[in-house]
């Protein structure tokens, strides 16, 4: 990622090398009392190698457009494209790279209206969906035992996802004190503005501009098993249990006009 003389100077050139990928991780609520299939999103069918009794077929809410509780943004078009990326990717515990639990398998796209999005065009507001298992058979006890009690509690709905991705460049995200939002191009001139964003350090405001990072060329890789999503949709759908969302967990969606502008 190209790192502006600015944000040299602000001392964060070596925070923006090192944090070239970014993961969900903050509080989320999901009601979980007598819950409620939704018969918008399809129950999980295993599409690939199915009916292993070594496997745990779930599938689950990756990532949404728009603004997350962490302050990154979605851009539908940026995440349009990288719908086909999490496909073969780890499935770990806890954002541990060293504890794989199991992998994506496929990855489709429903709109705002629960329909399942097709054609070259996307939405302006949409969901990607992930597929995935778990491995449920460990020749160790101990492993066995946690397994088990994590898919006891998956099917309690005590768990959530959490998506990792990759990324090789961020926008500006702007909303202004009477909500209109604005997308500001990240160069020489707007680099002071990275220091203000929370992802390195700054408390997300500017002036009375609440400031957010787009995040471009996104590919996904991987997705984690978490309580505390930042995407407060993030959650497990199998087909045992699947949820509703009440309306107080809803993100705060990137909407309205968005005009791309430069500052010279």
Same mark, same amino acid.
């Given at each position: 990622?190209?790192?502006?003389?600015?944000?040299?100077?602000?001392?964060?050139?070596?925070?923006?090398?090192?944090?070239?990928?970014?993961?969900?991780?903050? %509080?989320?609520? !999901?009601? @979980?009392?007598?819950?409620?299939? #939704? +018969?918008? =999103?399809?129950?999980?069918?295993?599409?690939?190698?199915?009916?292993?009794?070594?496997?745990?077929?779930?599938?689950?809410?990756?990532?949404?457009?728009?603004?997350?509780?962490?302050?990154?943004?979605?851009?539908?078009?940026?995440?349009?494209?990288?719908?086909?990326?999490?496909?073969?990717?780890?499935?770990?515990?806890?954002?541990?790279?060293?504890?794989?639990?199991?992998?994506?398998?496929?990855?489709?796209?429903?709109?705002?209206?629960?329909?399942?999005?097709?054609?070259?065009?996307?939405?302006? %507001?949409?969901? !990607?969906? @992930?597929?995935?298992?778990?491995? #449920? +058979?460990? =020749?160790?006890?101990?492993?066995?035992?946690?397994?088990?009690?994590?898919?006891?509690?998956?099917?309690?709905?005590?768990?959530?996802?959490?998506?990792?991705?990759?990324?090789?460049?961020?926008?500006?995200?702007?909303?202004?004190?009477?909500?209109?939002?604005?997308?500001?191009?990240?160069?020489?001139?707007?680099?002071?503005?990275?220091?203000?964003?929370?992802?390195?350090?700054?408390?997300?405001?500017?002036?009375?501009?609440?400031?957010?990072?787009?995040?471009?060329?996104?590919?996904?890789?991987?997705?984690?098993?978490?309580?505390?999503?930042?995407?407060?949709?993030?959650?497990?759908?199998?087909?045992?249990?699947?949820?509703?969302?009440?309306?107080?967990?809803?993100?705060?969606?990137?909407?309205?006009?968005?005009?791309?502008?430069?500052?010279?």
């Amino acid at each position: 990622m190209k790192i502006y003389k600015q944000e040299v100077l602000d001392g964060i050139g070596d925070i923006i090398k090192s944090q070239s990928s970014v993961a969900y991780c903050a %509080q989320a609520n !999901i009601a @979980t009392d007598e819950p409620k299939v #939704n +018969s918008t =999103i399809e129950k999980i069918l295993a599409k690939s190698n199915p009916d292993q009794l070594d496997l745990y077929y779930l599938e689950s809410i990756l990532v949404s457009t728009g603004w997350n509780k962490n302050d990154d943004v979605f851009l539908s078009e940026e995440a349009w494209d990288a719908r086909n990326t999490p496909e073969d990717k780890q499935f770990n515990f806890m954002h541990d790279e060293n504890d794989i639990i199991g992998h994506i398998t496929g990855s489709h796209v429903i709109d705002g209206e629960g329909n399942k999005a097709e054609g070259d065009v996307p939405p302006d %507001q949409f969901d !990607i969906i @992930t597929q995935a298992v778990l491995y #449920n +058979s460990w =020749i160790d006890p101990e492993n066995r035992e946690r397994m088990n009690n994590i898919i006891k509690e998956i099917e309690d709905g005590k768990w959530f996802v959490s998506m990792e991705c990759l990324f090789s460049d961020f926008d500006y995200a702007l909303v202004d004190p009477k909500g209109s939002h604005k997308l500001l191009e990240r160069n020489e001139a707007s680099a002071f503005l990275t220091k203000h964003l929370r992802s390195y350090g700054g408390d997300g405001e500017y002036e009375g501009y609440k400031i957010g990072r787009a995040l471009k060329n996104i590919a996904f890789s991987g997705k984690g098993l978490v309580s505390n999503p930042a995407n407060p949709k993030s959650v497990i759908l199998n087909s045992a249990k699947a949820f509703d969302i009440k309306n107080e967990d809803k993100i705060t969606i990137f909407s309205g006009e968005i005009t791309s502008y430069k500052i010279s």
